[in-house]
């Protein structure tokens, strides 16, 4: 390792250490390998951020000036506070998107973290700045293909940026403080605020104004979704069986999927008798659960098996999706 990668190293991964080494002590090359290691993983890691975060402002930038502005048409959350008051008032929508989620950044800073709000304070100014520089061309006047291109656009905006660990409209950073503090979930948190959105849209504008207005804030909205959760959706299964060793082989060698054993005890009978059992948890894609379903009818028909929803995984021998973060 070259002196100036040293003190990068040192200066950065490994300065917290260098105030708890004894005064003349230099660190061993394990050190410096595992401090090296770090930087490179932080490194890799602000790239993606900064990659994520600049396709989401052009994403973004484009749903706005390319379709939802010419027309007029709104989104939910912060971004369509600010197109509301901008098409109501004379002021620019660039300021407004910056003044309206100031509270946001605030608010997520205290909740997330610094990293989070500075993430997210860069990308919001840079959507701004781009807002007010950024020329489209009028794509099309079809309503109902600006509402739905123009909820696309912004939506992968939106979940590029949440990729890249940071937001560029700051209504889920209040449905998360919320939902902490009443115990409501984010859902009901951001369907009443979009109410209260939509309906200030109709009276305002219109109600045909809002009614697209919503068919951008569904699109938006699925968009999100599908650029954070991916098109694979994961799911855990855990199976009590009598022959679980006949399922674990069959689910490393047929199915090419890592299992948990854990030591368990079954309960049965009148008289509560037990006997201890491995209990085997894995997971899969949607995809292959049909398949696993009936090989553990094969082995064992009297399974007792149950599956649930998992939003994400790493590592392990599922394969990740290409846009994992």
């Known amino acids: 390792m070259t002196r100036f990668w040293r003190q990068l190293v040192i200066q950065t991964v490994l300065r917290g250490k260098r105030d708890k080494t004894p005064e003349g002590r230099e660190f061993?090359?394990?050190?410096?390998?595992?401090?090296?290691?770090?930087?490179?993983?932080?490194?890799?890691?602000?790239?993606?951020?900064?990659?994520?975060?600049?396709l989401g402002v052009a994403s973004a930038t484009l749903?706005?000036?390319?379709?939802?502005?010419?027309?007029?048409?709104?989104?939910?959350?912060?971004?369509?506070?600010?197109?509301?008051?901008?098409?109501?008032?004379?002021?620019s929508?660039?300021?407004?998107?910056?003044?309206?989620?100031?509270?946001?950044i605030i608010l997520g800073y205290k909740v997330i973290g610094k990293r989070f709000a500075?993430?997210?304070?860069?990308?919001?100014?840079?959507?701004a700045i781009a807002t007010a520089t950024v020329q489209f061309p009028d794509i099309t006047d079809d309503k109902v293909l600006v509402a739905v291109f123009g909820g696309f656009f912004l939506g992968?905006?939106?979940?590029?940026?949440?990729?890249?660990g940071a937001v560029i409209d700051g209504t889920e950073v209040l449905a998360i403080f919320l939902s902490k503090k009443f115990g409501t979930t984010l859902g009901d948190v951001?369907?009443?605020?979009n109410i209260i959105i939509f309906c200030a849209a109709a009276y305002f504008l219109s109600i045909t104004t809002a009614l697209y207005s919503m068919i951008t804030y569904l699109a938006a909205s699925k968009t999100v979704d599908f650029i954070v959760e991916g098109i694979e959706e994961?799911?855990?299964?855990?199976?009590?069986?009598?022959?679980?060793?006949?399922?674990?082989?069959?689910?490393?060698?047929?199915?090419?999927?890592?299992?948990?054993i854990y030591q368990g005890k079954r309960g049965f009978g009148g008289h509560g008798e037990t006997m201890d059992t491995d209990i085997i948890y894995t997971v899969i894609t949607r995809l292959e659960l049909n398949k696993l379903n009936t090989e553990i009818e094969k082995i064992d028909d009297k399974a007792f098996v149950v599956m649930n929803s998992v939003k994400d995984?790493?590592?392990?021998?599922?394969?990740?999706?290409?846009?994992?973060d």
């Open 28 to 54: 061993s090359r394990i050190e410096m390998a595992k401090g090296f290691r770090l930087m490179r993983i932080e490194a890799v890691r602000l790239l993606k951020d900064v990659l994520f975060i600049a």
């Open 313 to 324: 995984t790493r590592g392990g021998m599922i394969k990740k999706r290409p846009l994992k």
């Open 190 to 193: 951001i369907l009443v605020f």
């Open 118 to 127: 500075v993430k997210t304070t860069i990308a919001i100014i840079a959507l």
């Open 234 to 260: 994961y799911i855990g299964v855990t199976i009590i069986s009598g022959r679980s060793e006949s399922i674990r082989h069959m689910i490393i060698h047929e199915m090419g999927r890592g299992v948990t």
């Open 63 to 91: 749903g706005l000036k390319g379709f939802l502005l010419p027309i007029g048409f709104i989104d939910g959350g912060a971004t369509g506070i600010a197109l509301l008051v901008s098409q109501v008032s004379s002021v």
């Open 93 to 104: 929508l660039s300021i407004l998107l910056v003044a309206i989620n100031i509270p946001f």
């Open 156 to 164: 992968a905006g939106i979940g590029l940026a949440v990729r890249g």
